[in-house]
């Protein structure tokens, strides 16, 4: 077992320890224009896929001469028995992903491609707190850019809910003060005690939910008999469920506005696969995760803006046991009936050798905060200033992303 899956393993508990002890968050107003009068009321749903998300798999570049020979038996193609979904004349999606791209056909997904926020090394610690917390280096800070984001917002009317979360709540939505979001902290690892919380949660909300939960909980723990053998099939079904809750709380005129979830397992150093394999049952997942929330969220998903990131991508030659290693630039998703899409956008550095970052890795043409910054301003209308002293300290230079917001 190589070092960096020893790091990756330990990263929950190690985590928790950044956070503190605190097992509890609260949503305390809603933001002004949630109560205007034939106004939008938007939602935002961070997802954060822990482990380094393979952007060349998941998006190919196939019209990118040297792809399929860096990226060999799981490289995806145009055709076959599981040809990728085209996205343009370039890209092609996964597969395992016909609902974002159905969403992608109907112009309420879009592909952010060649992006990374600004660490280069490759821990995953400090990579995801690098991600999460929205400064350039780690261990600045344990707040998160999302918990600083919404206490910029307006406060509107005061309710007196307060929601309960796992002591690994992401980052990303950690403050000293109550906050105007729910943040689950469900992995597909999850321990019993967190899974029993969201049991608990969905109980007084959903009845039906709650039960469905139980019994998946139980069959999983039967099937699996830890968290060490725990099957994709497993994972999935989990991250679906913890959307599904999400979406519904979500829904109601009283719910939160914002969410953050964080899903474990995309660590693919060995026997990724292509087309399928392990990697596919993790996007399946994903895509599930997707739908659930727009079909859960109803006549909200119009005002909605999902938007999935990792913490680097994976290197662009497969290694030696058919996966990846840690990289650079990947892939950012965006999915919701707010997103301007049906496009991928990127500065598209290409594959040959002299182009790679480190002589390895996909190039960074984007940066991932501009991406951030440009739907929290257009979706939630945070000013430039708050982005760039409040939400990512030290960015005046990394603008806002015009543009990906309906």
């Excluded at 998006?59 to 038996?73: K, Q």
């Excluded at 008999?225 to 829904?251: N, T």
Aim: with cysteine; glycine share 12%; net charge neutral.
């Amino acid at each position: 077992m190589t070092m960096d899956c020893v790091e990756n393993r330990l990263l929950t508990s190690r985590r928790a320890l950044l956070l503190g002890g605190a097992s509890f968050a609260a949503w305390a107003y809603l933001p002004k224009f949630a109560r205007a009068a034939g106004g939008r009321d938007p939602r935002l749903v961070v997802v954060i896929l822990r482990g380094a998300l393979d952007g060349l798999a998941t998006v190919a570049p196939v019209g990118d001469p040297d792809y399929a020979g860096l990226h060999g038996s799981i490289a995806l193609t145009r055709d076959g028995p599981h040809a990728a979904s085209m996205l343009d004349s370039f890209f092609a999606l996964h597969p395992s992903m016909p609902e974002f791209a159905r969403m992608y056909r109907d112009r309420h997904a879009a592909v952010i491609h060649a992006v990374a926020t600004p660490y280069r090394d490759r821990s995953h610690f400090d990579g995801q707190d690098v991600l999460e917390s929205g400064y350039a280096g780690p261990g600045r800070v344990q707040s998160g850019w999302l918990n600083r984001a919404l206490e910029t917002l307006p406060r509107g009317e005061r309710v007196s809910s307060g929601l309960a979360v796992g002591p690994t709540t992401p980052l990303v939505l950690r403050g000293a003060a109550p906050t105007v979001g729910w943040a689950p902290a469900a992995l597909p690892q999850a321990n019993e005690d967190t899974a029993m919380r969201l049991v608990d949660l969905y109980r007084h909300r959903d009845p039906a939910l709650a039960g469905a939960l139980t019994q998946g909980l139980q069959l999983d723990k039967a099937a699996s008999g830890d968290d060490m053998k725990r099957k994709p099939g497993s994972a999935m079904a989990q991250m679906k469920l913890v959307a599904r809750g999400a979406a519904k709380l979500m829904a109601a005129d009283d719910g939160p506005r914002i969410a953050a979830l964080a899903f474990d397992g995309w660590d693919t150093h060995a026997n990724e696969g292509g087309p399928v394999g392990r990697l596919a049952f993790l996007l399946s997942g994903l895509d599930g995760v997707l739908a659930e929330f727009e079909s859960g969220l109803g006549e909200r998903w119009r005002d909605t803006v999902v938007v999935v990131a990792t913490e680097f991508g994976r290197t662009a030659r497969i290694n030696g046991t058919d996966g990846t290693d840690h990289g650079t630039a990947t892939v950012a998703l965006l999915a919701g009936g707010a997103v301007n899409g049906g496009r991928v956008i990127s500065d598209w550095p290409s594959l040959k050798s002299a182009s790679l970052h480190d002589g390895r890795d996909l190039k960074p043409t984007t940066d991932l905060r501009a991406v951030l910054k440009g739907v929290l301003a257009d979706h939630l209308g945070l000013s430039d200033r708050a982005l760039a002293e409040t939400v990512f300290p030290d960015s005046t230079g990394t603008k806002a992303m015009k543009g990906l917001i309906a």
